[in-house]
């Protein structure tokens, strides 16, 4: 079985994870801008994993867009952001992200990060507190 991991991580937190998945695996590694959709398809498995912004994944829109080019392929997405991780949690961002047909297709998973804040910018601020006052 031939499989991949793409991530694309701000923090750095998701291409730990990413990078851990790869080497656990071995799988090809490759961040979000070094891949397109042709290549994917070349795979039996596909993992993704983004960065969680105000509920959403960060470029999950390769994987959503492309769902029905994907079919017949193990599809697994992870999401890592601060958000403590309760079931209601996992449940509102994986509704958020995935329609109910692609929630069938997707194995989705949500793991704990963080943020560095010297890599945050000033849009990336304002998420981060409004984020911080819906706890």
């Known amino acids: 079985m031939k499989t ?3 991530y694309r991580s701000k923090s750095g937190f998701v291409k730990q994870y990413a990078t851990w998945i790869a080497e656990e695996l071995s ?3 490759f961040e979000y801008s070094k891949i397109n959709i042709n290549e994917l398809l070349s ?3 596909i993992i993704y994993g983004g960065g969680l912004y105000a509920v959403g994944i960060n470029g999950i829109n390769l994987i959503k867009k492309n769902i029905d080019r994907l ?3 193990k599809i697994i997405v992870f999401a890592s952001g ?3 991780g309760r079931d209601d949690e996992i449940s509102e961002i994986r509704n958020n992200n995935f329609t109910v047909e ?3 297709k997707v194995n989705f998973f949500y793991l704990r990060g963080g943020y560095d804040y010297n ?3 000033p849009i990336d601020e304002k998420v981060l507190a409004h ?3 819906q706890l």
């Open 131 to 133: 984020s911080l006052l």
């Open 71 to 73: 079919e017949g392929k």
């Open 119 to 121: 890599k945050l910018t």
């Open 102 to 104: 692609q929630q069938k």
């Open 82 to 84: 601060a958000t403590p």
């Open 27 to 29: 799988a090809d590694l």
């Open 43 to 45: 795979y039996d498995t």
């Open 4 to 6: 991949i991991v793409v």
